[in-house]
């Protein structure tokens, strides 16, 4: 069965997450975090890469468990803001991340700078993203962060960090699609109507590629191939149609942890039929080798046009 799409982030790993620097996703609405200073319109490379270099380091001291380290990336008073909560102090920081392990003894981080902010003399500020896992087989969590840098006796510590979570997009529970279905039509005008095709992997898995097949009783038969991408910077899913009439559409994929929905805005190949549609077309596990898909909320042209009727699918061996 399909597990929840979308995790909530690990209640304590996202405070300590106040590094320097992340694995990013960054959100289609990006979190708001303060803000400031002269963009690094001439990408300051060497300043970059120091800041790089850095989160880094941060996180290979997060993942050695390597609290000395880890807290000399942090000032005497430095200050970690997440959900409306404070963490103030080297010692406290440390403290937390230790707490950390206590729950998750094989968390691991990943951190990236994506972005700098020259302030003055001695002072950056820092945009990025970290990604923790409780254990080398459960998934990423991420979280957005923006900190301020400091140089203190020629070595860069983070003097405040804010981290606001980010959905995490995967496609690592659809795996369960992957493979050949066909459906049949059994009343109404789908009375007769055989649709079969495949899913499967691309990209080492950053894809889902599903062709289809969709043969009425009568007229000619339409084929469409549709793409899922995970895009972790925007933490969504995001899909695109493309039909054989010259149709196409694209979207969102959410879900609630059971249906997986498929927002659409589309266009009809022949414009004298409209110029927009709109539907979510819903899918709904059964089993391992079964699923419902039905399209609803359909407009054309803002015009509201009735629910199709479900399929349901089958694997084929």
């Not at 997450?17 to 996703?25: D, F, P, S, Y």
């Not at 319109?41 to 996180?59: Q, V």
């Not at 149609?241 to 149709?247: A, N, P, Y």
């Not at 549609?277 to 803002?302: K, M, N």
Request: cysteine-free.
């Amino acid at each position: 069965m399909l597990n929840h799409f979308f995790r909530s982030l690990l209640p304590a790993a996202s405070l300590l997450l106040g590094t320097t620097g992340v694995h990013a996703q960054e959100p289609a609405a990006k979190p708001k975090l303060p803000s400031g200073g002269k963009p690094d319109k001439n990408n300051d490379a060497p300043l970059l890469a120091e800041m790089r270099e850095g989160a880094k380091r941060y996180a290979e001291a997060f993942n050695q468990q390597d609290f000395k380290s880890l807290g000399d990336q942090w000032t005497s008073r430095a200050e970690l803001n997440e959900a409306g909560r404070t963490i103030i102090g080297r010692e406290a920081i440390v403290q937390f991340v230790r707490a950390t392990f206590v729950r998750a003894p094989k968390a691991l981080m990943e951190a990236q700078v994506d972005e700098i902010r020259v302030l003055g003399a001695g002072t950056v500020r820092v945009n990025g993203s970290i990604r923790v896992r409780e254990n080398p087989e459960a998934r990423w969590i991420t979280s957005r962060f923006e900190s301020l840098r400091v140089k203190e006796d020629g070595v860069w510590r983070i003097a405040s960090s804010t981290v606001v979570g980010v959905p995490d997009a995967s496609l690592e529970d659809l795996g369960w699609l992957v493979g050949k279905w066909k459906a049949e039509g059994t009343e109404g005008e789908d009375k007769g109507l055989v649709v079969e095709g495949g899913i499967q992997k691309m990209l080492d898995g950053k894809l889902l590629a599903v062709h289809l097949r969709r043969q009425p009783k009568e007229g000619p038969a339409v084929e469409s191939i549709q793409i899922l991408h995970a895009d972790r910077r925007a933490g969504q899913i995001r899909t695109w149609i493309f039909e054989s009439t010259g149709g196409r559409a694209e979207g969102l994929i959410e879900s609630d942890g059971h249906t997986l929905n498929s927002v659409l805005v589309g266009r009809p190949a022949d414009p004298v039929v409209g110029n927009q549609t709109a539907s979510v077309q819903v899918l709904t596990p059964v089993s391992q080798d079964e699923f419902i898909w039905q399209p609803i909320e359909r407009e054309l042209d803002g015009v509201r046009l009735p629910d199709q009727k479900p399929l349901r699918f089958r694997r084929q061996k």
